[in-house]
Structures are given as C-alpha cells and as structure tokens.
Nanobody
C-alpha cells in the first residue's frame, strides 16, 4: 500500500482559494488512481475529485465542478487539489485516497489507502 500525507489546509474567507497537496510514499505512485474526499462534522465522507494514473482522466462531484481542479505530478509523487471560490459549505476535513483501479469512484470503501486528513475552514 501507499502512504499518504496531506497538507495545505487552513482558514480562508469565502471566495478565497486554497491548494491542497498529498505526498505519497513508494515508487509505484504512477500506478494508483488518486482522489480527494471530504467529511464535515456529523456528515458522511463524500467524494470530491479523482484523477487517473497518467492524469488525463478526471472526475468531479457536482459541488466541485467548475471550482476545484485535481492534478498530479508523478515525478514528485504528489497529487493536488486547487480549490477556488470557496464557500462556507466547503468546510470539512479533506482526505487524500489511492486505489489501483478506476471503477466506482464515489464509494469510499472502494479506495485502498487514506491520508490522515487536513482541515479546511471557510468563513463567511
């Protein structure tokens, strides 16, 4: 399995931007599809975005489309989530995840490895 460490969370005003990073250990990063999920207090973990092995395939939740962009740098073993025009409802702990296939992306149980999460708080 791959080990994942997120960074880049913080406090931002509504309308602002943040870029989350997820650094992966291991030499097989390019064989993993990568994703971002988030979990707000009292809510289930929800899918945000995913990117395929080479970076050409991406998928976004409806709430992320047009505002968030997922990307990856296989040379740096890192996946990013650029978040623009943030809203208070984006406040959550954001988790990085990895899996070896594409499949059903929105189901958290289909992802094999998880980071510890990074807090994003958007003030109104």
């Amino acid at each position: 399995q791959v080990q994942l460490v997120e960074s880049g969370g913080g406090l931002v005003q509504a309308g602002g931007s943040l870029r989350l990073s997820c650094a992966a250990s291991g030499r097989t990063f390019s064989t993993y599809a990568m994703g971002w999920f988030r979990q707000a207090p009292g809510k289930e973990r929800e899918f945000v975005a995913a990117i395929g092995w080479g970076g050409r395939s991406t998928s976004y939740s409806d709430s992320a489309k047009g505002r968030f962009t997922i990307s990856r740098d296989n040379a740096k073993n890192t996946v990013y989530l650029q978040m623009n025009n943030l809203k208070p409802e984006d406040t959550a702990v954001y988790y990085c995840a990895a899996r070896l296939n594409w499949g059903i992306l929105a189901e958290p149980t289909h992802w094999n490895s998880w980071g510890q999460g990074t807090q994003v708080t958007v003030s109104s």
